[in-house]
């Protein structure tokens, strides 16, 4: 239950949030026909690949 906590707490941080928000934002557009979904596809790689690159980094480049 400890280690549930830890990690609900660790996704609650600024960084995860805006992962989670930006992608949401061109999720949406993407469907409302607002933006190209090729845009979308890569905006999204981008921010994902940024934050399990940093998350990678942190833990000391263990996998």
């Known amino acids: 239950m400890k ?3 830890i ?3 660790n996704l609650i941080k ?3 949030v805006v992962t989670f928000t930006v992608i949401a ?3 949406v557009l993407a469907l409302r026909g607002d933006i190209a ?3 979308v ?3 999204v790689t ?3 690949s940024f934050y399990f690159g940093t998350q990678f980094e942190k833990q000391g480049g263990k996998s």
Do not use: E, G, Q
Request: glycine letters at 0%; charged letters at 15%; aromatic letters at 10%.
């Open 25 to 27: 934002v061109f999720a």
């Open 46 to 48: 981008s921010v994902v």
């Open 37 to 39: 979904s090729d845009n």
């Open 14 to 16: 600024v960084k995860t």
């Open 41 to 43: 596809m890569i905006i």
């Open 7 to 9: 990690n609900l707490a």
């Open 3 to 5: 280690r549930f906590m």
